[in-house]
Structure formats: C-alpha cells, structure tokens
C-alpha cells in the first residue's frame, strides 16, 4: 500500500467560464456556441465538492497519482468535467506507466449517490474495458474504483484509491 497526496483543482470550473466569456465575446461568429454558465447547478457543484488536496491511500490490485512504486517515480493525470451538450461526466487520464489515454464517459446515479465512467481502449494488442466507480462517503472522504477486462477474461478489480480531504 503506498500514500501519496493527490490535489484536485477547481481549473474545470474556470475554463467553463472562460468558455462562456469567449461564446458571447464574440457573437458575430459563424458557428454558435452554447453558453456554459458555471454555478450552482448540480453537475458542476458535484465537481467542485471534490476540490481540494487530499491525502490518498492506494491499493494496488493488478495495475500500478504522483508517487513511487518499488522506487520508481509515476505520475497519473486525470481531468474530469461534465459536458452539457452530452449531459454526461467525462475524464481523460494519461499515466506515465502506460502509453494509452483513457477516456472515460458516465453518469451520477442518484440512488446509489456516485458516479459510474466507462471506457475502452487499446493496451498492449487488446482492446481494454476500464469501468470506475467514484464514491463520495463524506464530505471529507471518496473511493474511487477501477474495473478493468479484456478479450474473454471477466471483468476485475484493478485499483481502489481512498481520498481523505486534507485540512487547511
């Protein structure tokens, strides 16, 4: 089990806005642009309620944030936003322990109060299904799990990451 510290941004949010300053900065463009209006509305609140720096506890299961493993560096990037267009959750995560980019589409499930994202991808001459799941428990605490398959061989648990909000 290795810890490492995780900081996730508010950055999303503001390009959302610089997005809708520039659609109506310019509204003699020949192509329309759907105003994104950054706010209180519920897709983005659930986005902003995981900024912060968090202290993270990582179980490695079968796939290997910013930390060392067995004395080895790696670095894992992830943006996660909410498309208006799609009214979907969306992440793109590249990691330095693979050469594939993981582009990941879902949804929040109000009933069970997480967010389930869906990928494929190909890895190594296979096409590869990453299914995550990231559980809000508290304000101040989440798990995020991975779910990975490929070819024939049943869907596994790869990776569970525990977030704990750090205080200020």
């Known amino acids: 089990m290795n810890r490492t510290i995780a900081v996730i941004s508010g950055s999303l949010v503001a390009a959302a806005s610089l997005v809708a300053t520039t ?19 519920p897709e983005h609140a659930r986005l902003v309620a995981l900024c912060g720096t968090w202290d993270v506890e990582m179980t490695f299961i079968e796939e290997r944030i910013e930390g060392t493993l067995n004395g080895t560096p790696f670095t894992t990037l992830a943006w996660t936003g909410f498309n208006t267009g799609t009214q979907l959750y969306e992440a793109t995560r590249i990691a330095s322990t693979n050469t594939a980019r993981i582009a990941e589409t879902g949804a929040w499930d109000e009933q069970a109060r997480r967010f389930e994202l869906k990928a494929t991808y190909p890895l190594a001459g296979e096409m590869w299904t990453q299914r995550t799941i990231i559980q809000p428990t508290s304000t101040d605490t989440m798990v995020a ?14 990776v569970e990451i525990k977030y704990a909000r750090r205080s200020k």
Do not use: M, Q
């Open 145 to 158: 799990t991975s779910y990975l398959s490929f070819g024939a061989v049943p869907e596994w648990k790869a």
């Open 23 to 41: 659609a109506h900065a310019n509204p003699s463009a020949t192509h329309k642009v759907a105003a994104v209006t950054p706010g209180p509305d």
